[in-house]
């Protein structure tokens, strides 16, 4: 207003007004206008990349891990070798080696049979020794077995070794290189479904090393923190939203709520280390440990998700409750808990994905630890699915690079079903008042 | 017997004293048509019968195993030592052999005692608490009420919980920090400027020094966390702008979920991919543009991280945004604001203490943020705020000096709990300021 005074003297001929001061900046404030709003659009296509980045690298990386390589060896069963009395102990390894120089039979000298020996995965054996225990009668035949192959072979198949790169940077080597095109050639190697990666345990040898045992320890932990999370969870916020009227001890439970729903993971982790493992002496890398740290994290989410459901129960349908006679914990046993279940469950499927992911605790109570075996029960030592997948990231092998990728897929997978049925659930039973 | 099996023996008795009490109730009721001369419905007092069945023996059953392994222990140890005065004087120490096979044998007699003595103490509980009540039912028997109080303290206790915990972690890490000031005292810890906790097992050894200076660590988690926020604030608030003020409806529902995926995708996964795919990619560059960059630079996981927490920041900035009153934008518009004019003079500042509230919480989750500098900042504690060199946090300095092998009176392992302390602390006064704000500027809008 004052910029129009001062200027209005001075053209005389045509009194300028507001609105011509207006336009003139229009343009300006227009384009300042589209910049903004260019901005925001950045801001969430940059967000959109990310993700796009981040899952597709994972991706890349992973999905060869769902096939594996496998060398076909023409194994002769030597009864020499092979006793009845001590089948489980005979010396499978030999046999493999013996499979091997078979088919390459110029191969002399000691550091050359090491390297065509070191073409097949140790776990080679294992499986002719299992094939023998099986079935005896195949010992004095020859039969063809496809053996899983070294990790740096599945590594050159699958294409993530340079051939070209000189020998002395090459985890492969040029005669394993001539003996490996010469199998390809007789079609004695293969890429076939990685069944091992979804059935077995830990392993040093990348070509051995699956998932499954994370994913039982993973699932016995998830077991222990439902049971306990989800009626305490509930019970929790039946009180504080139900029952509780409203003083100094209430308010204090809320924002010890509101705050540990804040607090990081990894200070629950010591808690877990201080109060379950040295004070209480439960065992260390135990699903049930995990379970009750896990617990501990959750309940503020399932607490919080459980109380906005029970707000969303409408009163009237408590008032009417109540004027047919029913005493106040009937009203909410039988009416407002019932109404207010499927936003509790979902409250509680996001808690549980959460815990699912959860890493930093675990390492804190010893989850951390390299365990081949399946875990059996709550307290048998295990690890879980996060907790392996950083382990193996550790792992210098190239080939791991490419297993942590497929653990990551595997998690994600279980996440997005989890938070799928949270949604589904919400969907189907939300109502609107 | 084995817990399992006993805990499932209390629940099945449990089960058949709800059956028990109903029954009694209809016979004292004379059948059922004397029903309504009951106080309650014949399921309360079954359920009182079960109610006092269960709860003093699962209570007695959850006590005995949580003491159990520390009392056994103890009876032991002290076992141990009398055979080790005993023989200590008349027998040479390659003989210790059969006193650890005596301690052993007894550790496993008092464990099946133990293990006995809860099964016969809890299902003798279990049974008196049924023949009590089934003695006392009676048509004048308040059963309801009885049960619906049992059932409100047993919520209050489930509430309580939540106290219980934040009081379990004050402690068992305060106790432990405590411990380890006694060794390092508070004012080297705090303003130390050497962090090297290895502590020499030989007098002799190179680079353990056993310096306790938390500042590179501190300052180590200042600068990832800035990087993060300088990375996550820009992007959430914009993103949260345009979808709440531009965004069609359409746009709305598909980006929203999709950007809100970055807050459920693992930490781990974050890890991952900082040092296996951005640490790389950053490192390159640098070394393009004549940079020496470290393969663990504070950059890569500041980067990272920031992204995991863009749809935090934008989420809560979005509710914020969204709670400003349409009155101020329509007051806005009608004196001819542009759109853009409109948010960032009015509708930002009204939002403005929620914001700054939404971003105080994700800073405190970037501070207790583990596994992405876990996996992609290095472990030396560097004096530096040079984002392309190697820091370490408070978070990694925890893990690393507590997985594995401990010892609880190393002030290498007692460390992590100060700093855990810390963390706690700090977090704890951001979260705290956060929620006050952000309750605050709620209740000015509603």
Redesign the interface.
């Known amino acids: 207003m004052n910029n129009t005074e001062n200027i209005t003297p001075h053209s005389k001929k045509r009194p300028e007004r507001t609105l011509d001061i207006?336009n003139r900046g229009l343009a300006r404030?227009?384009r300042?206008?589209q910049?903004?709003?260019l901005?925001?659009?950045?801001?969430?296509i940059?967000?959109?990349l990310?993700?796009s980045f981040?899952f597709i690298?994972?991706f890349s990386?992973g999905y060869t891990t769902f096939q594996q390589t496998f060398i076909k060896l023409n194994v002769f069963f030597d009864p020499e070798h092979l006793h009845q009395e001590s089948l489980a102990t005979a010396d499978y390894q030999g046999l493999v080696k013996r499979s091997l120089g078979s088919m390459f039979p110029d191969v002399k000298g000691r550091s050359d049979k090491r390297m065509l020996y070191g073409l097949v995965s140790s776990g080679a054996s294992f499986q002719l020794r299992e094939l023998v225990l099986k079935n005896a009668d195949i010992i004095g035949k020859t039969q063809a077995v496809w053996v899983p192959a070294d990790d740096d072979v599945d590594m050159l198949i699958k294409g993530h070794f340079d051939r070209e790169a000189p020998e002395a940077e090459r985890r492969i080597k040029d005669r394993q290189l001539a003996w490996i095109d010469q199998m390809e050639s007789e079609g004695r190697i293969k890429k076939k479904f990685n069944r091992a990666f979804f059935t077995s345990g830990d392993s040093r040898e990348p070509e051995l090393a699956g998932i499954w045992g994370a994913v039982v320890g993973s699932f016995l932990t998830l077991v222990v923190t439902l049971i306990l999370s989800f009626?305490?969870?509930v019970?929790?916020a039946?009180?504080?939203e139900e029952?509780?009227s409203k003083n100094r001890w209430t308010d204090?439970?809320e924002?010890?709520?509101?705050?540990?729903a804040?607090?990081?993971?990894?200070?629950?982790g010591?808690?877990g280390?201080?109060?379950f493992l040295?004070?209480?002496?439960?065992p260390r890398s135990a699903p049930i440990v995990g379970g009750l740290v896990l617990t501990?994290m959750t309940?503020?989410v399932i607490?919080i998700a459980s109380r906005s459901a029970l707000k969303s129960v409408p009163p009237s349908i408590r008032e009417a409750a109540l004027g047919v006679g029913a005493?106040?914990?009937q009203m909410v046993a039988h009416h407002v808990i019932p109404l207010a279940l499927p936003g509790m469950l979902t409250g509680t499927i996001i808690g549980m994905?959460?815990a699912?992911?959860?890493?930093?605790p675990l390492?804190?109570i010893g989850m951390?630890a390299f365990i081949v075996d399946i875990p059996r029960g709550f307290t048998d030592p295990s690890t879980a699915l996060?907790?392996q997948?950083?382990l193996w990231?550790?792992s210098p092998e190239r080939a791991f690079?490419e297993r942590?990728?497929a653990a990551?897929i595997i998690?994600?997978a279980f996440?997005i079903t989890m938070?799928a049925a949270a949604v589904v659930l919400r969907k189907k039973f939300e109502r609107r008042w | 017997m084995s817990p399992t099996t006993l805990l499932i023996l209390l629940l099945g008795l449990s089960a058949l004293a709800y059956y028990v009490g109903r029954r009694r109730a209809f016979a004292v009721a004379g059948g059922g048509a004397g029903i309504k001369h009951l106080h309650s419905r014949p399921v309360y007092y079954g359920a009182l019968t079960a109610v006092w069945c269960g709860i003093p023996a699962l209570l007695l059953f959850g006590f005995w195993l949580m003491f159990e392994s520390s009392i056994i222990t103890h009876l032991v140890v002290a076992v141990v030592n009398d055979i080790k005065n005993l023989v200590s004087g008349n027998i040479v120490s390659g003989e210790v052999d059969p006193v650890m096979q005596a301690a052993a044998d007894h550790y496993r007699s008092l464990q099946a005692t133990s293990t006995a003595a809860l099964a016969v103490c809890a299902i003798a509980l279990a049974i008196i608490g049924i023949v009590a009540v089934r003695a006392k039912i009676a048509p004048t028997l308040r059963a309801r009420n009885v049960v619906e109080k049992v059932i409100k303290y047993i919520l209050i206790a489930c509430s309580t919980i939540a106290i219980f915990t934040t009081i379990g972690i004050v402690l068992s890490v305060l106790y432990e920090a405590i411990r380890f000031f006694k060794i390092i005292p508070v004012t080297e810890f705090l303003f130390g400027l050497q962090w090297s906790p290895q502590m020499a097992i030989r007098a002799d050894q190179v680079g353990s020094s056993g310096a306790f200076g938390a500042v590179p660590v501190f300052l180590g988690t200042a600068l990832i966390s800035a990087i993060a926020m300088v990375v996550a604030v820009p992007v959430g608030l914009m993103s949260a702008i345009y979808l709440s003020e531009y965004a069609n409806k359409k746009f709305r529902a598909a980006a929203k979920p999709l950007i809100e995926i970055l807050a459920g995708v693992p930490t781990v996964v974050y890890g991952f991919f900082a040092a296996l795919t951005v640490a790389p990619f950053i490192r390159d560059t640098g070394s393009h543009l004549g940079l020496g960059v470290s393969s663990e630079s504070a950059l890569a996981a500041g980067l990272v991280m920031g992204i995991m927490i863009i749809p935090f920041v934008s989420s809560l900035s979005d509710d914020f945004i969204n709670a400003v009153p349409q009155s101020l934008r329509d007051g806005a518009y009608s004196l001819g604001a542009t759109q853009s004019e409109t948010i960032r003079q009015v509708i930002l500042p009204a939002a403005l203490p929620g914001i700054v509230g939404g971003v105080l919480l994700a800073v405190s989750r970037a501070i207790g943020e583990t596994m992405i500098v876990v996996m992609a900042a290095g472990l030396a504690a560097n004096l530096t705020v040079n984002p392309l060199k190697t820091v370490t946090t408070v978070t990694v300095q925890i893990v690393t000096l507590l997985v594995g092998d401990q010892e609880f009176d190393s002030p290498k392992t007692l460390a992590a709990f100060a700093l855990g302390l810390l963390l706690f602390v700090v977090t704890l006064i951001l979260n705290v300021i956060a929620l006050h704000v952000v309750r605050k500027y709620r209740e000015q809008y509603e």
Not at chain 1, 255 to 260: F, G, K, Q, S, Y
Not at chain 1, 278 to 282: A, D, I, Q, S, V
């Open positions: 207006v404030r227009y300042a206008e910049r903004f709003r901005y925001g659009l950045s801001a969430i940059a967000s959109l990310f993700l981040l690298s994972i990386n009626p305490i969870g019970a929790a039946v009180y504080l029952f509780a204090l439970i924002v010890n709520i509101n705050n540990l804040a607090v990081p993971s990894i200070v629950f010591l808690l280390l201080a109060v040295n004070f209480f002496g439960l501990l309940l503020p607490i005493s106040k914990m994905a959460r699912l992911g959860e890493t930093a390492l804190m951390v996060p907790v997948i950083f990231a550790d690079v942590t990728s990551i998690l994600l996440l938070n």
